[in-house]
């Protein structure tokens, strides 16, 4: 049946949604991934019917939130676990991040599926007294949470410690300092200020070439204890020229994005691995096209992901923050939550025509594995706004 859905200018615009999803969602599961390294950061699942506020501890349905986890994993994908899409500093506070961390953790060891865990500071908050001790204490003690669940740690940007630093030496001394200590190697994460407005200038400068020195001064440092690079800045030709100056053996996960295809085929010089937040509602299908491309073939690879960019810039888009509205969202329509909720509530933090769009480019290309579903779904969200035709 036609839905009628609002476009960008409040007019509503007839939609006839698909009828069979895209058949790559039907592929089944096969052996692991050989030529990359694959992680999807997880949103988690609010509990609905939880007695909350916006600013009160984060509800989580456990059940929920641990099934999708399981959903990623069957798939072959790594979890990559308390990062910024698990609403870290928007509605997760540490508490429940560490509770998160510590579920997640036992979940993976049951199920034998690789999880990575952020590491950051987010039970501190920076004053103008903050000082580095303070800073470092705080990654010590959710390093340890991380470890001693037995997961990879990611040490994730810190709002804190970019407060704090004086400049470039300050993020030496933390991040040398915590690497020197880490019993493996850890997972860097640069995630750029349009992820988080409190990051501007992190690594000490507000110049990125700058920046970028100062990054791979700490890895040059280290290099025995750091896995690999995430790098989130959306700036496709930015992360392969760094990716071509990483230490041998030091691996680049993308964090584009925008970008994603072309970055993880690479080039005749190198590609990088993943782990992005887009992969959580593309899991069945990035691992299919990972699969594809295991096989040497890169065009049927970038079939299969080159469609998806549109969405994932739709939903991504400035503020890029919000992203994980969209991201529920699609979780929502695809069955894999029974309501569209959010811890901190951030389901109301995109407009409806933004969410509207979101649906239709999902729809488009066969995302939906039960594509009626997604349709009564929409059509309830649509009816709940007032469209009722």
Known sequence: MTLHLPDAHGALRAYEPRTEPLPALRATPGSAFTSRTVFSAAHVVADPYADTSPDGPAAVDW????????????????????????????????????????????????????????????????????????????????????????????????????????????YLEVYGHLLRQAAEPVVLHWLGPMFDPALEGYWGSSDLDTATDTFLEVIAAHPDKVDGIKVSLLDARREVELRRRLPQGVRCYTGDDFNYPELIAGDEQGFSHALLGIFDPLGPLAAEAVRVLDTGNTEGFRALLDPTVELSRHLFQAPTRYYKTGVVLLAWLSGHQSHFTMVGGLQSARSLPHLARAYRLADEIGLFPDPKLAEERMRNLLALYGVNR
């Not at 072959?76 to 997760?92: H, Y």
């Not at 950051?120 to 010590?140: F, I, N, P």
């Not at 709002?159 to 030496?169: E, I, S, V, W, Y």
Request: aromatic share 4%; glycine share 12%; charged share 20%.
């Open 63 to 170: 059940d929920a939130t641990l099934a999708f986890r399981r959903h990623l994993w069957s798939h072959g994908l790594g979890v990559a676990e308390a990062m910024d899409t698990a609403q870290r500093g928007m509605g997760l506070d540490w508490a429940g991040a560490a509770e998160l961390i510590r579920r997640s953790a036992a979940e993976a060891r049951a199920t034998g599926g690789r999880i990575a865990c952020g590491v950051g500071t987010d039970q501190l908050t920076a004053t103008t007294g903050t000082s580095l001790a303070e800073v470092r204490a705080a990654y010590e003690e959710q390093l340890a949470v991380v470890e001693e669940s037995g997961a990879q740690a990611i040490l994730m940007a810190s709002r804190a410690l970019a407060a704090t630093a004086q400049g470039p030496d300050d």
